[in-house]
């Protein structure tokens, strides 16, 4: 691991804990049991541990380092001004499908540009989670502002994710 990774790792791992404690503070809201916002919590969870897991095996003491208290705490309060926010504006599902996209976008720099081929899997695997989530997530905040989603836009919703799960049944995906 090169000290570019160590960054992009890190950089992930901010980004997944940030996203991670909007979506726990707008899910306290929720009274569905497995809500989507959960669902986001878990998955930046997962992608937190896999970037922390991939940084505490280096072999250098420097890089190993996890985030602050300081770092959680700055999470927090920037997470309850965004959730407030987004309650004010009834705009939560947008709110946290936009962040989401930009968690996406970082695991997407990440997995391109490591070496680790169990790195790139682990995050494959979270990037298909995140593609069906984002989908329900836009419509959502479609459903938020009031439009109603034409009869194209449910075909390409339903056609994507029927994507998604047919490139999860070739044979080499289960080795």
Same mark, same amino acid.
Not at 6 to 15: D, F, M, Y
Not at 66 to 85: E, Y
Not at 142 to 164: K, Y
């Given at each position: 691991?090169?000290?570019?990774? /160590?960054? @992009?790792?890190?950089? %992930?791992?901010? /980004? =997944?804990?940030?996203? #991670?404690?909007?979506? @726990?503070? %707008? *899910?306290?809201?929720?009274?569905?049991?497995?809500?989507?916002?959960?669902?986001?919590? +878990? &998955?930046?969870?997962? &992608?937190?541990?896999?970037?922390?897991?991939? %940084?505490?095996?280096? !072999?250098?003491?420097?890089?190993?380092?996890? !985030?602050?208290?300081?770092?959680?705490?700055?999470?927090?309060?920037?997470?309850?001004?965004?959730?407030?926010? =987004?309650?004010?504006?009834?705009?939560?599902?947008?709110?946290? =499908?936009?962040? %989401?996209?930009? +968690?996406?976008?970082? /695991? *997407? *720099?990440? #997995?391109?540009?490591t070496w680790s081929p169990e790195l790139s899997d682990a995050l494959g695997r979270v990037q298909i989670q995140m593609r069906r989530l984002a989908n329900e997530l836009d419509v959502g905040a479609l459903a938020e502002t009031g439009t109603a989603m034409t009869p194209r836009d449910q075909a390409e919703n339903s056609n994507s994710l029927?994507?998604?799960?047919?490139?999860?049944?070739? !044979?080499?995906?289960?080795?």
């Amino acid at each position: 691991m090169i000290d570019a990774e /160590v960054l @992009r790792l890190r950089k %992930l791992r901010n /980004v =997944a804990l940030r996203v #991670r404690a909007l979506a @726990r503070i %707008l *899910d306290s809201d929720s009274v569905q049991e497995q809500s989507a916002f959960a669902r986001s919590a +878990v &998955i930046c969870w997962t &992608i937190a541990r896999v970037a922390s897991g991939r %940084l505490r095996a280096h !072999p250098y003491l420097s890089y190993q380092q996890g !985030p602050s208290q300081l770092r959680d705490l700055a999470d927090g309060v920037i997470a309850s001004l965004g959730a407030f926010n =987004a309650r004010r504006r009834n705009r939560r599902s947008s709110v946290c =499908a936009q962040q %989401l996209q930009t +968690v996406a976008r970082e /695991v *997407d *720099d990440v #997995r391109a540009l490591t070496w680790s081929p169990e790195l790139s899997d682990a995050l494959g695997r979270v990037q298909i989670q995140m593609r069906r989530l984002a989908n329900e997530l836009d419509v959502g905040a479609l459903a938020e502002t009031g439009t109603a989603m034409t009869p194209r836009d449910q075909a390409e919703n339903s056609n994507s994710l029927d994507e998604m799960t047919a490139d999860n049944s070739w !044979p080499y995906l289960a080795i």
